[in-house]
């Protein structure tokens, strides 16, 4: 049974950063791509980064490129969304998802929210 469970949200100040973590279970971590997505209420689900599964690739949404770096452990079978500068309208709920063989798998979501 595949599960994804999101960790490390909460609430931040504008400016501050914040990592959040996924650990994975369920599926061959190391040969499943592994992204980062974000829904601020009201608004559509959008992709913030994708870690493609070997050799090491990345790929970032306009968004927050620049911002926010998506890394992975494929040891410990987690990936991770470092946050900085972070801007109000940062918050959402941040999603992480696995892709492999095919299907898709979403997490429950952590709260970012951004916020003085």
């Known amino acids: 049974q595949v599960q994804l469970v999101e960790s490390g949200g909460g609430l931040v100040q504008p400016g501050g950063s914040l990592t959040l973590s996924c650990v994975a279970s369920g599926f061959t971590f190391s040969s499943a791509a592994m992204s980062w997505y974000r829904q601020a209420s009201g608004k559509e689900r959008e992709l913030v980064a994708v870690?493609?599964?070997?050799?090491?690739?990345?790929n970032y949404a306009d968004s927050m490129k620049g911002r926010v770096i998506i890394s992975r452990d494929n040891a410990k079978n987690t990936v991770y969304l470092q946050m900085n500068s972070l801007r109000p309208e940062d918050t959402a709920v941040y999603y992480c998802?696995?892709?492999?063989?095919?299907?898709?798998?979403w997490g429950q979501g952590t709260q970012v929210t951004v916020s003085s």
């Open positions: 998802k696995a892709r492999t063989r095919g299907y898709g798998y």
């Open positions: 870690s493609i599964s070997f050799g090491g690739s990345t």
